[in-house]
């Protein structure tokens, strides 16, 4: 199970963090990654990170900006949101990937999922 919290309302410039905890068998996951959605739109990539040795990815719309962690000693990634824009509102998920193997971009490999946390930035 995944919970995500720390959305909000941010104006543009602001920054946020983002958390998600697990629980159950987490030691069966090799990504846990964030992805976020709009009305109407796909669910894109943000960052994911490896449970074990915490190697970080990003999309590139949010490198240099955004930082994904993790603390194995609490089961939570934290997604760490710098210089927001308008463009970051969205619904924030994160999920669990199993699979491994350069696969943590790839939506359907994710199979256990959050409730979304929203995040609106205002101009």
């Known amino acids: 199970q995944l919970v995500e919290s720390g959305g909000g309302l941010v104006q543009a410039g602001g920054s946020l963090r983002l958390s998600c905890a697990a629980s159950?068998?987490?030691?069966?996951?090799?990504?846990i990654g964030w992805f976020r959605q709009n009305p109407g739109k796909d669910r894109d990539f943000v960052a994911a990170?490896?449970?074990?040795?915490?190697?970080?990815y990003y999309g590139d719309s949010v490198k240099g900006r955004f930082t994904i962690s993790r603390d194995n000693t609490k089961n939570t990634v934290y997604l760490q949101m710098n210089s927001l824009k308008p463009e970051d509102t969205a619904v924030y998920y994160c999920?669990?990937?199993?699979?491994?193997?350069?696969?943590?971009?790839?939506?359907?490999?994710?199979?256990?999922w959050g409730q979304g946390t929203q995040v609106n930035v205002s101009s």
């Open positions: 159950g068998r987490t030691e069966s996951n090799i990504y």
């Open positions: 990170v490896t449970r074990s040795s915490g190697i970080a």
């Open positions: 999920a669990a990937n199993r699979y491994g193997g350069g696969t943590y971009r790839q939506l359907s490999l994710y199979r256990v």
